[in-house]
């Protein structure tokens, strides 16, 4: 076990190392210059050159990505060209933001999906199954970005139950947890369609086994053999499920946060792509990557957690 757990951890690690060089690489080939948006269309070829020594624009790729890359390591992100101040202390509230939606959808996901799901199997081919499919069917085919726009009419402009005007955590946390609950319900309901299906499938297909067969024929109850025995084994493909979509969650997220007009990482990245910026994107990329492998690393732990027959090899 301590074996395999090393080389899972080695995994991470070279992961995370591959996605810092793929970053780095792919805004280092693009063309453009970010001197050109610092000093403008009128500077001359002399101040262009002064400022790319001045960044260290002018050192081979390979040297810059280990001076950022040993900078980053040290929790140094470097410095915004556009906004002229530390990246780390400018993503800092946004980083906030945009991770408080995604674990507030990821929360609404689990929230919505298990209980939906069982219900769905339990009972399999009435009425109420056959409601929740209609509902997960047409839920699942709504962009986030126009579920958003659904939300936002439907709660704030019809029902008056909240105002689309983004609550900073200053504010008060409740408030802004409150705020946090619409945009995240956009973000959740497409996912919780996908993962309703496959909870209730998955449990469907573990209702037609032996374990399952003995256990009624020991006389317990329908809600007991799902309880006791059937969800365990059924939540594992949608625990993986739910580790494979934490990418899109975070995806999700960043448009949402647009209808929502959510200063999160999604309006930055927009915005200094745009102006080159180059060492904010790159440290966008970066967190984005080391928050979707690390919870893809902590789920594959509960998976195993959960399902002990995997040995780790």
């Keep these: 076990m301590a074996k ?3 080389k899972r951890v080695a995994l991470l690690l070279a992961t995370l190392l591959l996605v810092t060089l793929l970053a780095y690489a792919a805004f280092s080939v693009i063309p453009g210059d970010p001197t050109h948006t610092i000093l403008g ?3 001359t070829e002399e101040q262009i050159a002064a400022l790319r020594k001045e960044l260290g624009l002018d050192l081979p790729v390979w040297q810059r990505y280990v001076n950022w890359l040993t900078d980053f390591l040290h929790g140094d992100l470097g410095k915004s060209y556009k906004f002229n101040m530390p ?11 945009t991770l408080t939606l995604t674990a507030v959808s990821f929360a609404l996901i689990v929230v919505i999906s298990i209980p939906l799901g069982i219900v769905a199997a339990r009972f399999r081919g009435g009425f109420v199954d056959r409601a929740i499919t209609v509902l997960t069917q047409v839920t699942m085919s709504i962009p986030n970005f126009i579920m958003g726009i659904g939300v936002m009419f439907l709660f704030a402009l019809v029902l008056h139950i909240f105002q689309p005007t983004y609550v900073s955590p200053e504010a008060g946390l409740a408030a802004h947890l409150w705020f946090m ?3 995240a319900l956009a973000v959740a309901l497409p996912k919780s369609a996908m993962a309703v299906r496959l909870l209730r499938g998955a449990i469907l297909g573990e209702l037609d086994k032996d374990y399952v067969r003995t256990a009624y024929s020991k006389g317990n109850a329908t809600g007991a053999v799902l309880r006791r025995h059937v969800l365990r084994n059924a939540m594992i493909p949608v625990v993986t ?6 990418a899109d969650i975070v995806a999700a997220s960043i448009v949402v946060e647009q209808v929502f007009t959510i200063p999160g990482l999604g309006q930055m ?3 200094c792509i745009g102006k ?6 790159q440290a966008i990329v970066v967190i984005l990557a080391v928050v979707v492998v690390g919870c893809n690393f902590l789920a594959d732990a509960l998976y195993r957690v959960m399902d002990p027959r995997i040995d780790g090899r």
């Design 276 to 281: 080159r910026d180059y060492a904010v994107v």
């Design 241 to 246: 499920f739910l580790a494979m979509t934490i």
């Design 269 to 271: 990245l927009i915005t």
């Design 4 to 6: 395999a757990a090393v």
């Design 87 to 97: 990246v780390a202390d400018l993503l800092a509230p946004r980083v906030q933001a």
């Design 181 to 183: 609950f619409f945009p």
């Design 41 to 43: 269309l009128d500077a």
